[in-house]
Each structure stands twice: as structure tokens, then as C-alpha cells.
């Protein structure tokens, strides 16, 4: 062992003082390192900081969490056999001998078995966690060199691409215990430039300090872990393990550009291109943590992938890695490389220029090559990293070189549409428009599967209508459809083209001129799905923002609109947020159509309507409340056409009972009884007021005769309307003057939802309207001349007086019962007191009505008390009323 160490040291001095005539990159290190030291422990006392990272550690750590969940990982994974061994090999920190020397960093795992071993994805990830954190426990222990050995175990793992999709989680997982691995390093290497071996302070290292200013120990330290990992006789390993501690480079010199090129370089001789490529990203993160950095291995990197890629497109059937005949998914999976490539080569803007004419671009930014084919995928994350300036200013360069760059390591229609969302941002700057948009169609067309050509279209769309070009817009569409009537179209097609259909529909305000357009209308009655329905929904958007729709046309082409909506619309589940927007805009939309002084046309439209839209149950409110606006215009302006009206109320007499809700079709009742009433037809307000108590009587049917109090007084305050609308309304020579009232009253008791305290309000209305009926004239009439009152019909027949007494008593013996089965006794005192009140309010008290009271004022006594405020203030109101009423006393 000691032999080793002294040959060893013999051949770095050896190195120190011989001119080497020839460069291996995979095994040179820098001439100006002396011999390794042994390192000693210090306690970690003293945190200390990295240097600042260009690229922020959250981006970092946000590009890794997207690359694991990028690519899907299987439950079990096959692993080499020495991958096997540590995963599944010794744990514990005390079975590994503590004197290890740096010989032993050099015991690679070989292979003892042919073929693989089965973990799975949990195991193996677990596994990297208590590695992890066995690093962490032998550094803080002392043990410094097993926590390398350990960390080189991580590292060789990265040469195991024996499961492609695993591979990107297991550089996330390896390269964060690298991470670890180095800021352990550089803080240890900082702490004795920063402090005596006794703990005393010596100075403070600024961000950007320099190699001199670091004391002979930190030095010698910092040379004797590069010395052992120098050691280590994998390629990629070494490589890795150098990387993590690359920052610590600083403090033994201030330029490390050679350092960083000669690790460039070393990757090259790794021969699996998805490890190499790996690498490289490795390499890339690890540069940007120094504070200055020249970008040179940044184009070398690009470079060295181009030429990977280039091997991998003209090659067939040659096994590179562990890919054999399975390219495409080599390439995907070293695509984030790329991309995080790409990011790092334009994240200075102030480079910008410069990077363009080292990547051999152009002369320029603003003079570029377009004839120069490139590998298709690294142009797409060059052209999404390129300034908008830059695409603007040679968008026809740029689509030239689109052109030429064509291969399967890329979609070329996605680098169209690449190009096209640049040219979009900065649209106002875009050169030679025309020329760029024919430039566009033209390679469009070539296209003969429809979704690339409808990709490469939509992503110019905006382009094309911000400069009216109202020629290239219609041989677009005229070329959509054609296509569209000789293919069968794809979801993902569809999707495209409702995005082409909707910019359409956002860019002109009037709907008017977009059904004009050549083939609009066709293209929309091609589409089909969730993708029309979008559609539909933007039109109508569109259309129903002005405040009214009246050409003929229009309207026509928007109900065709809706009642697709609501035919590709599921009514019957649950209702989401888009059901209840698509029944919106379809409300809207009805709403909005006016035919003028054409009224029955108006209402033939709404018939059309309830048909259409059959399962819109708020759209026929809206249908009725139009049909009684109709009958209204109709008797404001003149048009005493009774056979329209009659037309409107027979409509709603139909619409109204397909309303689920009861308490929705009582108000419409209502309202149409008034409407009817309004126009002088009687017989039709008898027969909707019917309907109304009808409607009542089937409340009991909701819920299994349970209604919450919300319903319930809703309902309850419906029921006192009509008693008030009943007044207007006059009474049925056949079935009597109080039929409506007695068959409220009748309702009553077959409800057992209604509660006492419900059932007093309604009492105390059907009272009120008995009374008010007794008037000799009543407070308000209906409007129409033809349409007379119960005062003006009946005033002075006997009869009537007598139906409108025995009704009186029979509510007030109603009120008195219903009191006394309220189960609350300060609720049935209260009760009392207010059915008190409305009885001495309306009628002039004799000895029935004193008795009554009587019996309520002491029924309010027995519950509240004598004390009772509002006892004291019904008593005095009953006996101003009444001197007979003696309740209370």
C-alpha cells in the first residue's frame, strides 16, 4: 500500500518537472498540482456559501423535477450486475474498513454474472437515498475517503443504461449526491483558507477572490482530492467525480477555461451516447456555478451532440449503448440535454451576437445563414431560445434553414410553428411579410398529413389576420376544406383546427362578415366533438356582444350554432361549469334575437326554440318570459291581434309545465295570468290560475314530501302573491267567487310540509283578501277596460257576502288550531299575537271575532307572560279595536 502511495507521489513529481510532448485528455490533469497531502479532519463549524450559479439553483432543481416526470419509469427495473452490488450490497458504515487508501478507490465492481439482475424502481431509489445519506454520515464523521469510495459507487452507476427511461431519474438522483458531494468539498477546502488549525479566523474570501490569496494548507488540500479522483480508473466516474468538486478548481488558479475544455474533451471518449450526452448536462450545471466562465464548452457541447446525432441519423441498425434499432427513443431521451444546452448558451443577452457566429449561424444577428442544414431537434431549442428581435429581423433566413433542416430527430412542422410563435411576439417587427407567409404556405402544402399542415398554418394565423391578408386567408381556407373532405379527421387535427377557427372568430368583430368568408360555414359543419363545441361557444360569445341580433341570416347560421352546442352537450349528468356556460350563451343568444316589428315570426322563432333546445331547462324561462314580452309589445302598440296573444299564452301554457321546478312555473303562471288579464282574456287567466294551484298541490311531490325552509318559505311567499294577484282577478261565476281562496285554503291542510308558523302567513293573506273583497270598492283593478272587479260584479249580492263570510270563519277557526299545534310555546305566543293583529287590522270586531281574540290573547298570555312588550302592545291595539276584547285581563 505505502509502495503505491510513494510511486505515486514519485510520478506527480515526475509530471511536475517533465515536458510532456503528448496530451491524453482522458487521463491529464493540470501541470502546476503538486503532490497529495493527507487530509486531516477540522470540525465543521463554520457554514460557508458557493459561488453565485448563473442559473439559479431553483431552475435547476425545476429542470430536474420536469425531467423525472418526463419520462414514465417501469416498476421493475433490469440492471447490470455490478449495479446489482450496490444497490443491493453492504449498508452499514462500519463493514467498510475506515483506513482505506487511495489504492482501494481503484476496486471496481466486476462483472461475476452474465446478463442482468430484476430491482425494483422503489428499491433502487431508496437505495440512492441511504447511499445519500451514508456520504453524508461519513463525512461528518471524519471518514472522508469512504465517503468518496461511496460517492464513486453513485458515480458508476451512470454507466448502467440498461433501462433508457430510468436513466434521466438516476442522474437526478446521482448528480444530487455529486451536488452534495462537492459543496462538502468546497466548504471544507474554504474553511482552511479561512481559519487557523485552532479555529481562529484568519480572513474572509469574497465572492470573486483570487488563487493567491489562498493559504499553501487549503491548497494542498484542494490538490490531494483532484490527485484522488484522478485515481479512479473508470472514464465516467472520474469524469463526474471531477465535475462535482470542479468550482474548487478556483482556489489553485483563477482561469480554469482549460480545466473545463480538457473535461469537454474526456467525455468524448465515453462511447454510450446517452451517457455522454448526460454528462455533458452535468458538465454544463457544474460550469455555471463559476462566477466567471468563458462559453467555449458551451459550443463544444453543442457541438460534440451534433456530431453524436448526425452518427446516430446515418446510421442504421448499429447498436449504440444499449439502443439497438430504437434511435428515435435515444433521441428523446437525450433531448432535455439539449434543450438545457441551448438555455445555457443565450442566458447572457449581452453574448448573444457572439454565440450566433461561433455556433456558425451567421455573420450576425442580423445577417444569418439560411441555406445550412442543422440536426432538426437542435435547431428546435435554438430557434426557442433565439431573441424575437433576431427571428423577426431574418424570419425568411430562418425558414430557409427550417426548410433544409429535415430528419426524424424532429418534427419539422413543430420548428414551423416554432418560428411562427417567435414572429407572433414581436409581430409588429416581422420583415417581408408577404414573402414570409408565402414562404409558409408554401412549405405548409408540401405536407400531406393533414395535422402538420394545420399546425404550420395555425401558428401564422395571427400574422396573417393582423395584416389583412385577405388573399393568403382565403386559399388558406379554401385548402382546409378541401382537405378536410378527403381525409378522416383526428382528434388532435380537430384540436388544431379549432384553434385556426378561433382566432378567426376573436380577430373580426362582427359575425356577420366571418360567415361570409369562403368556406367558414363549411369548415364549421366538418367539425364534430368537444372541439365544435369550443367552437359554438366562442361564436356565441362573439355574436351575443351587441345589443341586438336582426339579420335574418345571422340568426339563422346562430341557432344552427346553438343547437349544435347543446345537441354535443350532456344535460343529463351533473352539471359542470361548461354546461352551465354553454346553456348561458344559448340564453343569451335567444335573448338577443329581435325580429322587429315581426312578431309572429318572433314567436314561430321561439316555438323553433323549445324544440331545439329541449333539455335547457332555464332557456324555456326565458322562452316564456319572451312570449308574455311579445303578448305585451303587441297590447302597447296597438296590435289588438287577441288570436297572437292568445297564440303567446297557449305557448307558455305548453313551455311551463316542462320546467322541473315548481317554484319556477308558479311565478311563470303568475305572470302569464297577468299578461292574460293584461289582454282581457279571462277564461285564459282562470284556467292558468288553476294550473297555479295545480302547480302547488305537486310541491309535495319534490323531495319525498321534505322541503328545507328556504323552499319551503319560498313556496309560501308565492302562495300569499296569488292571494294578492286574486284581487285583480274576478271571480268564477260557476265554481263560485272564492273558489281560487277555498282552494288554497284546502291546500293547506294536505301539505305536510307547511308548518304552523308557514301556515299562519298564509292564513293571514287569505284573511286579508277576504276582507279586502268585502271593500265597496276594491284598492287596484286590472288595466284592461273589459275586465272588472269582484267589487263592480258583486257588490251587494247577498250571496256573495254570505260565501265571503262563512270563508272569514273558517280561517279564523283554522287559526286558532293551527296555533295550538305549534310544538314551541314562545313561537305559538307570538303566533297568537300576530294572527291577533290581522284580525283586529281588517275587521270590524262583534262578539264572534271578540271571542276569537279573546282566546288568542290568552293563548299569547299562557306562552309569554303578562310582561311580554309585544303582548302589551297587541292588547292595547285589540281593545282600541274593540272595547268587548277583554284577552289578557
Known sequence: MFLFIFIFITYAVWMDNVSVEFFDPLRALSTEISEPVEDTFVAEKYPVSQPASHLSAKEWASFNKLLMQRFPVPKMISVSASSSKTIKGKKAIGELPANTQSDELNDSEKLTEKGFKTVSQQEYIKRLHELKDEIKRSWHSGDRVTSLKLSIKVARLLMDTCVAQFYPTLFVLATDIMDMLGDMVWERIKEKAEFADDGTKVCTLSDDFEANSICLEAKETCNNWFRKIASIHELLPRIYLELAIFPCWRFLRDDVTDNLMRLVMMIRGISDPLASAYCRFFLIHCAQKLPQR?????????????????????????????????????????????????????????????MIV???????????????????????????????????????????????????????????????LKLCEGIDQVNTVDAVIDEVIQAATKKKILDEYLKILDAYMDIILHYNMDRSLSSILSEIF?????????????????????????????????????????????????????????????????????????????????????????????RSDDNQQAERLVARFVDKVDHGMELDRHLTFLVECRGAFSSMNDLKEILVHSSNLLATRALREKKNNLNFIKSCITFNEVTIPCIPSYARQLILYLETAEVSLFGGLISHADGILDSAVCCLQNVSLVDGLRKSNEDADGIVSLTRKLCSFMLLVPGNLEQGAMYIPKSILSLLDSQSWVTPKLRIRVLCSLLSLSATFAQNELPYHAIHEEVFGNDLLFHGDAIYSQELGSLSRVILHNMVDTIQQEPSQVTRGKLALEACNCIASFFKVNHEISSVCSKLMETAVSCLGGDDKYLQSTNNFVHKQSPLCVGGE
Request: charged share 25%; aromatic share 8%; net charge negative.
Open 482 to 574: 378541401e382537405r378536410l373532405c378527403n381525409e378522416v379527421v383526428t382528434e388532435d387535427e380537430l384540436s388544431t383546427l379549432q384553434s385556426i377557427v378561433v382566432k378567426l372568430i376573436t380577430h373580426f368583430d362582427d359575425m356577420k362578415y366571418i360567415f361570409d368568408l369562403n368556406y367558414f360555414v363549411d369548415i364549421l359543419d366538418v367539425m364534430h366533438g368537444s372541439s365544435r363545441s369550443i367552437v359554438c361557444m366562442h361564436i356565441l360569445t362573439k355574436a351575443t356582444r351587441n345589443n341586438h341580433i336582426d339579420d335574418p341570416t345571422t340568426v339563422k347560421l346562430l341557432f344552427d350554432v346553438a343547437q349544435s352546442l347543446h345537441d354535443n352537450v350532456d344535460f343529463s349528468n351533473t
Open 294 to 354: 468563458d462559453t467555449g464548452h458551451l459550443v463544444n457541447c453543442i457541438s460534440d451532440q451534433k456530431i453524436l446525432l448526425r452518427q446516430i441519423i446515418s446510421t442504421k441498425g448499429t447498436k449504440f449503448g444499449n439502443f439497438l434499432g430504437d434511435n428515435k427513443l435515444l433521441i428523446s431521451l437525450m433531448e432535455p440535454t439539449i434543450e438545457y444546452t441551448m438555455r445555457c448558451i443565450f442566458k447572457d443577452p449581452n453574448k448573444i451576437a457572439d
Open 358 to 420: 461561433r455556433l456558425e449561424l451567421g455573420k450576425s444577428p442580423l445577417e444569418l445563414y439560411g441555406k445550412v442544414p442543422w440536426i432538426s431537434i437542435v435547431l428546435h431549442y435554438l430557434l426557442k431560445v433565439l431573441p424575437t428581435e433576431v427571428v423577426c429581423s431574418n424570419a425568411l433566413e430562418i425558414l430557409h434553414l427550417v426548410d433544409c433542416s429535415s430528419d426524424y430527430t424532429f418534427d419539422q412542422c413543430l420548428n414551423y410553428k416554432m418560428v411562427g
